[in-house]
C-alpha cells in the first residue's frame, strides 16, 4: 500500500508538476525501477535521466542528459530574451549532471572516454551553431573571443566589445562550460586519443572557433605533464634519501625491517623525520623513552653488561 502510494505520487507529479519530481526522485525510499517507468511514460525527462544515473546505467544517462542540453539550446536561439534567460539556467543545471554522470563512470569504468566524447561532441557543435548564427559575437574574425569570454568581452583587433545581453549570457556560459569539460577531460582521457578523436569526427569542420577549447586542453595535459615530472623528481630526490639512511642505519647495525623501539615497542618512522637513537648493538630507541643517561643502551646495560653500547643519534 504505501508503495503505491508513492508511486502514485510521482505520477501525478509527471502530470501535474514535472519540476518538482527531481525532489522526489532523490528519496531512495522511492522504488527506482517504477519510479523510472513511470517518468519515461510522461516524459518527465530531467528524471528519468537522473534515475538511470542512479541505477548505474551511464550511458543511457548521459544519451538523456545531452537530448535536454539539446532542448534548452534551441531556446537559445528562440529570440525572446526572458525565455533565453529561463533555458540557460536549465541549460547550466544539466550541465553539471551531466559532468557528475562522466565522472561516477570515469570512477567505475576507469578509462572509458566514450562518455566525455559525447558531451564534447555536444559542445562542440554548440558552439559551432553559435558561430554561425551569431558570428558578430563569436565568429572566425573574433579569433581571441573564447579568451576573452570568461570576463564577458570580446577583443578584437584594438576594441573591446562587450558580449551584452542574453546571447553575450550564452556565449558566456557555453565557453565556462568547455573550460570545465576541457579541465577535467583531461585527467581520465589520453590526449592522444582525444586529437584521434577530434580529428576523426570532426575533421572536416572549421575548426577555427574551437581553437581555444583545444588550446584549454593542451595547456592543461602540458600543465599535468609538468607537474607529474616535478613530482616524480622530488619522489626520486626522497628515495634517494631514504636509500642513504637506511644503508647508514644498516651500518650502524639496525634492522630496517624492524625498526621499533627497542623500549616501547612502537614503530620509528624512518621516513618522516621521526627522531630516534641507535647504538651499535642494534638496538633503536625514541629519546623519551630512554633514561636520564641516554648514552647507554638500557636493554643491553641490564641484559647484556659485557656490551654496553655508546648511543649514535
Known sequence: MYRDLLLLNIRLLCQYRKDEVIKYAKKKYYPLQDCLEICKKYHADFAAAYLLQRSGAYADSIHAYIGLLESA?????AGDKDRITASLDEYRTTYAQALKVCLKNAVVAGKDRELWFLLLDHLYELWK???RIHPETVGEKNAETA????????????????AAGPVGAVVK??????????????????FDDLILHIISRHGELEMENFKAMLGAMVASYLYQQKIFDLARLILSKSLKDQLHLLVALTHKGVSVDTCVCTKCGQRV??????????????????PLCLRAAPKVCEFCFFHNPSNRSIAQT
Open 73 to 77: 539550446a534551441d531556446k537559445f536561439f
Open 147 to 162: 579568451a576573452m569570454m570568461a570576463g564577458g568581452r570580446v577583443r578584437h583587433g584594438q576594441r573591446t566589445l562587450l
Open 269 to 286: 618512522n624512518l621516513g618522516e623525520g621521526e627522531e630516534f637513537m641507535t647504538f651499535p648493538c642494534g638496538h633503536i630507541y625514541h
Open 173 to 190: 556560459s557555453v565557453y565556462e562550460c568547455i573550460q570545465t569539460l576541457s579541465s577535467t577531460l583531461m585527467q581520465y582521457v589520453s
Open 129 to 131: 551553431r553559435l558561430c
